[in-house]
């Protein structure tokens, strides 16, 4: 699944706009990692934004938290680079414990 990734950037965000971004998914994904949690399956990805800032800073959903919230595990994501959009995206392998 590949919930909301925030608003199109036509450029790279400031470090406050990034921030507001992250703040404004977080629960969305708390909510989707929720109902995933509810599945009766062994294993689910999702894909979540990552945002690389004026000032070269990482910005992207706490996705450790939640998934130790939801008893999900999963390795470390794959990044998604597109060299035509200013979000990268990290894919999570879910696993259920």
């Given amino acids: 699944t590949e919930p909301d990734l925030g608003p199109y950037l036509r ?8 921030q507001k971004i992250m703040n ?5 994904y708390a909510e989707v990692l929720r109902e995933c949690a509810k ?9 979540t934004p990552r945002l690389i800032t004026r000032s070269k800073k990482t ?7 939640l998934l130790k919230k939801e008893k999900f ?3 470390p994501p794959i990044l998604y680079k597109s ?3 200013k979000i990268l995206r990290d894919i999570w392998v879910l696993r259920s414990m």
């Fill in 83 to 85: 060299p035509t959009s």
């Fill in 24 to 28: 404004q998914l977080q629960p969305l």
């Fill in 59 to 65: 910005y992207a959903p706490q996705m450790e938290q």
């Fill in 39 to 47: 599945l009766r399956v062994k294993s689910v990805v999702i894909i």
């Fill in 11 to 18: 450029h790279a965000p400031t470090d406050a706009e990034a």
């Fill in 73 to 75: 595990r999963c390795d």
